[in-house]
């Protein structure tokens, strides 16, 4: 299973997952849930405490994705197949992202904080 945190403005939001069936999970973290600065972090996906779940990487996430030329050069780079929207989004939305959302890939045995 892939993980990445999903922060907004350096603040603790929620997971992302995939598992090994490309099924895509998205759930808040209950202390942001339960702050009072909390805001959902697309129309689509509203605050509640049930996880979210879909076939196909959630489009608040894929619109995080390059495109075009930039889309090529991150999968040359980075040595990623071009159909991996995944894990090209938790290998490129850790910093520098439009908006206030970042993603940090969560990788067995290192620390994640």
């Known amino acids: 299973m892939q993980i990445g945190k999903v922060y907004r403005n350096n603040k603790f939001v929620g997971l992302i997952k995939r598992d090994k069936d490309n099924k895509y999970y998205f759930k808040y973290d209950k202390n942001y849930l339960n702050s009072d600065n909390a805001k959902s972090i697309s129309i689509n996906l509203k605050l509640r405490e049930e996880e979210y ?12 994705l390059s495109e075009g030329d930039m889309k090529d050069l991150q999968c040359k780079q980075l040595r990623l197949d071009k159909d991996d929207d995944f894990s090209r989004l938790l290998k490129t939305a850790k910093e520098n992202t439009i908006g206030s959302i970042t993603i940090k890939e969560v990788i067995k045995g290192a620390d994640n904080a």
């Open 53 to 64: 779940l879909s076939d196909y990487l959630f489009s608040f996430f894929s619109n995080m």
